[in-house]
């Protein structure tokens, strides 16, 4: 089948269907394992789904199509949520189908599922939620209140207005004007990064230098931190004060933005200052807005109202969310206390980047809805690029999760519900409340909404309470409806976290990311597990479990490595592991023990983890006694496929332990934690040493090789080649460094965990395997490199990297270097660039280089894989205008 269609050239994994339905195919063999193959990148189900029952339709034979059948029940059982894609005629022509087979009982079952599925989410009548807002609208005695929800596939946005804008006098309708308060810093947030990408200033630059360019006389001060200050610490929220800025009254004159750096008396606001050092945690701070707005007025001597207005238009949004103070000739929300008062001259104006935007829910969805097509398609979206979109949702967490239940990007929030990700943010300007949450990935992306009320917590609650519903309605995966919550005691928060801690309470509490499988077919039971007193401890916390679960690090069972067994993250492993390339010093793991106890002993075992196993090791204990954490054993080092085991200090063994903290430097996999008191037998005491003295111990076992899922290889004939390459039409675009025109693999340093070679394959990647990816490096300055031959010396105007499947561990940064045809040396086409920003996504380059390259070099900085780079050329290039990317 493989021969048959490149023979044709179809270079794309799914055009392999697309002539299997003209010829009479006895080996259904072949046809299965080819289905199993396009099965594995669930994102695309809807593309082969569709050919899928094209195919059975073409075909004659009765239990040819059984075979099939069966294996497309298995199909999209697999992918229930993604079989949302389906439209009805399709859905209507599979189920046909079946209903011609021999599977019908089974195939019609699961069919069920998905009609069901969809008209419960894609058609529902979403009239439900008029009569559940306003319940909780006349519940809270909150004025008015606006919602805009977006579902993919609908071309139109559904707004649902209640109440009044003003109360006695107006009612809210879709164009009414509300405070969106700190949503503003989203909005803000696109248009700097896209300012300063325009105006050649990167992210990393140092503010205090940016604010001397500017021409401003303002600088952040402080002894040690001052100079560390960079742009994208302002939209990080992790480096200055001020969390909350204060507003001032509409009926009153609006201070210039540098009024309030240095501290304004009148309005109460302090002096910015740096509060942390910067970048290492997270603090909600409204000033490094204020600095943001400044230097850009400073620079251009103008409002950010006026700034901001063509980049608004350009995405169809700037009559209905502006950044202007006063909007004349519109319903403009007044502002409302809990009791009931109007706000101080209606309502109070803020600072624009920081609070100070006027907008629509249906405005603020559209921005959404922008931003993450521009997230999904490496050629941006409006006024918003590919790059902008992958800096804004990379989120970390350095703080924040503790802050909201959901990590930080710059200026939005991210939230993970299963497979899904949501752009997040809340605001709470006096006498308004909004929220937006939108799914920008993932298999239910396109679903969201914005929620706007003139209300003060009343409306929180009420925003709150409207957004578990409308996402019960919604059937988003990886959202457990049960956690929803309906109220939480404010009692002891302060005003400006009220918000945070009661949507974390009540709504992102249960938002739940995919975890890797847990581990099913266990080996037998460890003989040292009946005296392990971590047997059956439960994980409280941890900063990351992307490869392995934290829970597994205390299991009784003797760690299992099944050399098939993987999963969508890789490798599926007994044990904890966490992604590569830590920001944070050290990963962190605390648990709670099943019954208070004191530990003596401890083991720590890093079984089938050989150079990705965890570095450095260090212990906390919590006592029944004090509510803190103790160091129980000071920093240890690991090695590779071992086990260590310690004896502690006495002044520890005597300790009632609750909990424990495990520190993991600075990343990596950690397969076992014992801890044992004196139950543990005399005869293995002596086994435990002091920590100055104990050694890593190598397990004699050696680990099995890996039997890494298929991959689509493609690998031409010189006669192929040619052939593919007259197909060219002169002037056309096409990848000088694809395997179907003759590119090759040259060197590489470590190919540890993937082929590089797969880097060259004209196939979109099916999975994580599917591409080059190295070890785990420790060694600072470390660097992988992958020589790459073009097909013939070309001019390359793009190089782009697909980062498809590599979701946890893509490259910290890349250097790209090209050979000139006509020399042996190396020239800088791509100077380092971090590329985390955009792991599960692509990061393209423009190349200014007008000279011919014959060869690519990557640099992978420290380590890490992708599965595709590809090198765009203009064949022939005679007269064809150059193409440019932003």
Known sequence: ILKLATSQNSLCAYDLLVPLTSFSLTDIESLTSMLTVLRMPVDETDKYITRFAALFRGSGSKSFAAEIADTVVCDISMVQNSARKLDEVELKQAREYFQSTN???????????????????????????????EQLRQKYQVSGVSLCLSQKGKTQLQSICLGESVRGTTDVNPRTLFEIASLSKTIASAFSIEYFRKKGIPLHSRVNAILEQSGSDFRIHHSEWESEVELHHLMSHSALNMHYVNGVPANKEMPEIKDFLSGNKEYEYPPIEVINKPGTKFKYSGGGFLVLQHIIEEFENKPVSELCEPFLRQIGISEDLVFQQHVSGRDVAHGYSDNGETIEGTR????????????????????????????????????????????????????????MGVKMGLGIFVGEAGDNRFAIHQGANDGFRAIFCYCFAGPQSGYGFSIFANGDNKAMFLIAQASCEILKHMAIDGIDSSKFQSQVSLDGISQEEIVNIGYKELVFSAFSPTLPPKIVDQNPEDPLSEFNLAIEATVTKVSNQRFARAENVFSATIPKFDPELFCAMGKVMDSWESARHNEQEFDILEAGLKMPAKIQYVLISTKYHLGNQVEFVELYFKTVEKNEWILALPKLKLDGHSEIRVSLEENIKNLDVSDVRIHAFPDGGLTRVGLFGSNLPHELRPSFLPAEQAQCIRYTEEIPHTKKPLQLLYTPSEEEVEENVKQLINGQEFDALSLAYGGKLVSVTNEHYGPAAQVLSPYMPLSMHDGFESARSRVPGHKEILILKLCTPQVVHRIELDFTYFVNNNPRSVEIYGRLSDSSSWITIVMETNVKPFAANKKAFSVLCQEKLSEIKLVAIPDGGVNRVKAFAFHSGHGIKRKRIN
Not at 103 to 130: C, H, P, R, T, W
């Open 348 to 403: 109070k104006m803020f600072p624009s980047f920081a609070a100070g935007a006027l907008g629509t829910p249906t405005a603020m969805t559209k921005f959404l809805e922008v931003l993450s097509k521009a997230y999904n398609n490496v050629e941006g979206c409006g006024p918003i690029s590919h790059d902008t979109a992958c800096l804004m949702l990379r989120a970390t967490d350095k703080g924040c999760f503790d802050f």
């Open 103 to 133: 599977q019908v009982q089974e195939g019609a079952s699961n069919l069920d599922v998905q009609e069901k599925l969809i008209k419960n989410v894609e058609e529902k009548d979403y009239d439900g939620v008029v009569p559940m807002l």
